[in-house]
T-cell receptor, first 111, second 112 residues
């Protein structure tokens, strides 16, 4: 999997949008961009993934740069329950089926 | 579908003892993964099964660690002669080929 770089932490106010950035400059053409989040005392939870086009689901949106060297996870209205560590993973579509986690971004949501 | 279940949730053991953890994946998922997570770090891959075949093992998986998935359903992870450095959260995940991964809540191991 390609290396990803994320800020260690970010803060947001409740009910405001949050943009979580991720750099993956060495991503290959077949690597998917996955986002997982981990709430305290729980295992990671799938959020969203994409290859080239922007993606939306009920949890979040994923905006992928045209050159695919970066992406942004967008939470449209942060809630206190969104406070978690968010992991960006550039997963190889070829050999190796595991997810390779980095340090992630700890998101703090203020009421 | 009750998700991925792990048992026990917590385990405290004395150094040198053997421990075994169990993971029950989502029933239709053919892939099962074990990860280890220490405080403040992201999960680290240990090993992965497709059905009953163990297809990949990390170099983190020393000779004291062994994992099985005998009938392609549940899996066990055993650690022999535990050391204090084995203290961590052990996470299990399952997936259907090509889809997202579902993680369990983990087993927290403390070696004293």
């Amino acid at each position: 999997d390609a290396k990803t770089t994320q800020p260690n932490s970010m803060e947001s106010n409740e009910e405001e949008p949050v943009h979580l950035p991720c750099n993956h400059s060495t991503i290959s053409g077949t690597d998917y961009i996955h986002w997982y989040r981990q709430l305290p005392s729980q295992g990671p939870e799938y959020v969203i993934h994409g290859l080239t086009s922007n993606v939306n689901n009920r949890m979040a949106s994923l905006a992928i740069a045209e050159d695919r060297k970066s992406s942004t996870l967008i939470l449209h209205r942060a809630t206190l329950r969104d406070a978690a560590v968010y992991y960006c993973i550039a997963k190889s579509g070829n050999a190796g089926n595991m997810l390779t986690f980095g340090g992630g971004t700890r998101l703090m949501v203020k009421p | 579908d009750t998700g991925v279940s792990q048992d026990p949730r917590h385990k405290i053991t004395k150094r040198g003892q053997n421990v075994t953890f169990r993971c029950d994946p989502i029933s239709e998922h053919n892939r099962l993964y074990w990860y280890r997570q220490t405080l403040g770090q992201g999960p680290e891959f240990l090993t992965y099964f497709q059905n009953e075949a163990q297809l990949e093992k990390s170099r983190l998986l020393s000779d004291r660690f062994s994992a099985e998935r005998p009938k392609g359903s549940f899996s066990t992870l055993e650690i022999q002669r535990t050391e204090q450095g084995d203290s961590a959260m052990y996470l299990c995940a399952s997936s259907m080929t090509g889809n997202g991964y579902t993680f369990g809540s983990g087993t927290r191991l403390t070696v004293v």
